[in-house]
């Protein structure tokens, strides 16, 4: 009977490895793989983040404080402070110092990784204390203005003080005044600086910001737009009212501040699309009902259309019945109309006789 060969044994993994004997059961050594680095591709990356691996950019929350009624909003780093609409805050105005405001927008969060905005931080919300020192700084802001239209009395300057106001820790009083002249005020600005016991800057502002600082009632019988709700003022011209056939008599396009009327401006761009949709006055003119005539007035309110026919009757047509014509009269230019080249440029230009034929 033959012999049935023995199976292979199995190799030992472990008799090149020294041995502890822990109950019995042998514990391999086993050495640890050697780690290698492996190259990062960073052209992906940012490149803030290539030049400086440990700087995070962090959004922005832009907020925008008011610090009067109808003044001009500015825009400040609300950081991690919660606001809402119409809460009060206290910063640092560059120009102005420690003043006391209202949010007038609420924050919005922005990326600043490529705007690169340095706006002056929100140092805090206002409590009690802060509007109990602003009720001190406005009252003493109008005693202020007295004590100084009496200096400028004394010193007969041709100025007229508007107002006084002053920050919130009363260390900077600002004067607003207006003067048609220029002011040699030296001597009055080293007697303020004893007389209102703080720094003291000088502003002189227009005749519109006058009118915007101590108010009034205009000719149409309401408060004045600019003293009312007026943040920025418009850009006023004479062709406003025109555009609108007003009368030009300087008594009834001014107002109060001897300037043009800002609400020419409310208007003008109303009256400039219905002029493109309506005809001219004094060109010819052609109703669909049949019969020509000449345009004698136009109601762009309306929009009608006051027509004399050639008969020497007048009629007042809605302006979608009435068709202006092209004559030879008018003047046409095409958009992208180039002149090359004219003979009244060319004075030494000589004709040939055939060429005169």
């Not at 508007?162 to 001597?187: C, G, M, N, Q, W």
């Not at 300037?259 to 669909?288: F, H, I, N, W």
């Amino acid at each position: 009977m033959s012999q049935i060969p023995a199976a292979p044994t199995k190799p030992n993994m472990f008799e090149h490895l020294p041995l502890e004997n822990w109950d019995g059961v042998p514990t391999p050594l086993i050495p640890l793989p050697e780690l290698r680095g492996t190259p990062i591709d960073i052209s992906g990356m940012p490149q803030l983040a290539r030049e400086n691996p440990g700087f995070i950019e962090t959004p922005l929350r832009v907020v925008g404080i008011r610090f009067a009624e109808t003044g001009k909003v500015y825009d400040f780093d609300a950081g991690a402070t919660r606001l809402k609409l119409n809460d009060g805050v206290v910063v640092e105005a560059a120009e102005k110092g420690l003043m006391l405001g209202w949010v007038a927008k609420p924050p919005l969060t922005i990326e600043n990784a490529q705007l690169n905005l340095k706006l002056p931080p929100l140092l805090r919300l206002a409590g009690t204390e802060d509007h109990e020192q602003a009720k001190k700084a406005a009252s003493m802001g109008v005693e202020a203005t007295m004590k100084t239209q009496d200096a400028v009395n004394k010193h007969r300057l041709p100025m007229k003080v508007l107002k006084v106001e002053y920050t919130l820790d009363l260390r900077k009083s600002v004067i607003y005044f207006a003067s048609e002249d220029r002011v040699d005020f030296r001597e009055l600005l080293r007697e303020l600086v004893h007389l209102l016991r703080s720094k003291v800057e000088l502003r002189q502002v227009g005749a519109r910001d006058q009118s915007k600082l101590t108010g009034g009632i205009g000719p149409c019988g309401e408060e004045l737009c600019c003293s009312r709700f007026i943040d920025k003022f418009h850009n006023v011209t004479i062709k406003m009212a025109k555009d609108q056939d007003l009368s030009l008599k300087p008594t009834k396009v001014t107002g109060v501040c001897g300037r043009l009327k800002c609400c020419l401006a409310y208007e003008e761009q109303a009256y400039v699309d219905a002029r493109r949709e309506m005809p001219r006055k004094g060109k010819c003119v052609s109703c669909k009902s049949g019969g020509c005539g000449v345009v004698k007035d136009v109601n762009f309110l309306k929009r009608t259309v006051t027509v004399q026919f050639d008969d020497g009757g007048v009629q007042v047509l809605p302006a979608s019945e009435v068709v202006e014509e092209k004559t030879m009269n008018n003047d046409f230019s095409y958009k992208d109309e180039t002149v090359v080249g004219s003979s009244d440029d060319a004075s030494d230009l000589e004709l040939d006789e055939s060429e005169r034929e």
